[in-house]
């Protein structure tokens, strides 16, 4: 091989770098996205069927099923002054209010015990999530876009701990339909509500939290 073909005398390319990347949560107006530090990626896995016959086995392909997804971020004590609502980078109100926005009521009365969780609003109430891989100059490489995501479980940041100085990190579960990777030739987009790029918007109605927050 030459010399100048070989990787490592490549200068122009850039692999990618699991440090450059930009995660969005709903519109950014609740979770910010300067305090997001870690998103899981996207995985599927591909059901088995087996059939035997005789001394053999023949495997043929079942549905597909995608993982949950883990984002931590930093739970913000004081909200900027951006903030109308005053809770601007509160985890645990922002969370507090999106399990209430998906339908949930403290069962203080019958009335309030009837009323429950749909997929329509808790899609609604998480405004959606998408993660942009970014290369060394900010731009965009690809996105990644979780279709109908919601909440399915919370770590509020373990323990309230005396000997502890560490910063308290959230993390949230998300349940989702399904992810699409697109590329810079396939319209990578800003991120909008219900977790679709702009082409693609879900016609679901409901108003997220940031909806709320804008007013």
Known sequence: MARGQEFW???GIQPKRKFRWIATVGQ????????IKKVTKPEWTTANKEHKMLGHTFNFPGPVTWNTVDVTFIDIATAPISSKDGKGGNAALFLQDAIRAAGYEFPT???QATLGVTKERAV???????????????AALEQYTFYNPFIEKVNFGGDFDYDSDDLVDV????RYDWAEILGVGEGVQ??????????????L???????????
């Open 9 to 11: 005398h490549m200068q």
């Open 28 to 35: 950014g107006k609740k979770v910010f996205q300067y305090a």
């Open 109 to 111: 009365s019958i009335g």
């Open 124 to 138: 609604a109430a998480l405004g959606g999530i998408s993660v942009q891989q970014l290369n060394a100059d900010g």
């Open 171 to 174: 993390t949230l579960t998300l």
């Open 190 to 203: 800003p991120f909008i509500a219900n977790g679709q790029p702009a082409s693609r918007a879900s016609t």
């Open 205 to 215: 109605s409901g108003r997220t939290l940031d909806d709320k927050a804008a007013k």
